[in-house]
């Protein structure tokens, strides 16, 4: 990733001590939805770490070849329950967790999350027709989210997508190239997958179409920009247009620069990054 400065950190963030394990307990109103957020999530990163705040929960990381960052600041309204009595970390195994817990949760199910730092384990309740308790230890927190950098990037375009549609286009080009190049322009965007059979999809916002219809809902660019994206992360391993997240997304990029993909969610605006395939001519 092109990372400048970080961000000053918040007063809350200067009390953390890097081995500090949270105490802290939260509960969704809509577990199917959490859910989606940890698939998401685990997309990107089988060891999470969750950083506790006193009014937000904070989720950022990259993945190991360090092309692609996922960075979720959630606020505590945004959950059903929220109780912080010592702001600290949880790292722990999303894996394990998605396989073990989400495997039963329906939509009527209570999800309650609790960080114990006297036992260092995260503690799943799931309450129903009966009440369900999986423990889990935490794992050593290697790198905590603070000290991970968000780029700060002037972009140049955007454009909004519904995410369902795109995510089966992005999809159905993979068939063609495991990456894409996006061309955005003031009145089109065009993505192509080079390949044998080389497939392209060119992209306009039509006002006849605005009963829903509209893969491409809005576009602007500033100047024309274009870049090389790779397909594993953007359609068939790490989601970032996951429609079970998000009806819509915003995408912005610059030429040759990282992309910034902005998941309008019920947990507030989700921000996912990646790196462009560098092309060598």
Not at 88 to 103: N, P
Not at 179 to 196: C, L, M, N, R, W
């Amino acid at each position: 990733m092109n990372e400048e400065t970080t961000e000053p950190q918040t007063e809350a963030q200067t009390k953390i001590k890097p081995s500090t394990v949270a105490d802290a307990t939260f509960s969704v109103t809509d577990p199917l939805l959490f859910k989606s957020l940890c698939e998401a999530i685990n997309g990107l990163l089988s060891e999470v770490t969750f950083q506790f705040e006193d009014y937000k929960l904070i989720i950022r990381g990259m993945d190991p070849s360090r092309v692609a960052m996922l960075d979720y600041n959630i606020d505590m309204n945004r959950f059903e329950t929220w109780e912080v009595t010592m702001a600290g970390y949880a790292t722990f195994d999303m894996t394990e967790v998605l396989k073990i817990v989400f495997s039963m949760v329906k939509k009527d199910t209570n999800v309650k999350v609790t960080v114990d730092p006297n036992t260092e384990k995260i503690v799943f309740t799931l309450t129903d027709s009966r009440t369900r308790i999986r423990e889990f230890p935490l794992l050593q927190t290697r790198e905590t989210p603070e000290l991970i950098p968000t780029p700060k990037l002037m972009y140049k375009t955007y454009f909004k997508v519904r995410s369902k549609a795109w995510q089966e286009d992005l999809k159905d080009l993979a068939k063609s190239s495991d990456h894409v190049k996006i061309h955005v322009e003031s009145g089109f965007v065009k993505v192509t997958a080079p390949g044998d059979c080389k497939a392209e999809n060119k992209y306009e916002v039509h006002s006849f179409l605005k009963n829903g219809l509209d893969v491409v809902t809005e576009i602007e660019a500033q100047e024309p920009s274009h870049a090389t994206y790779s397909l594993s992360y953007l359609a068939t391993g790490f989601s970032f247009f996951n429609p079970e997240l998000c009806d819509v997304a915003t995408i912005e990029m610059s030429t040759d620069m990282p992309l910034r993909a902005t998941l309008h969610t019920k947990f507030g605006d989700l921000y996912n990054y990646l790196a462009p395939r560098i092309e060598i001519e």
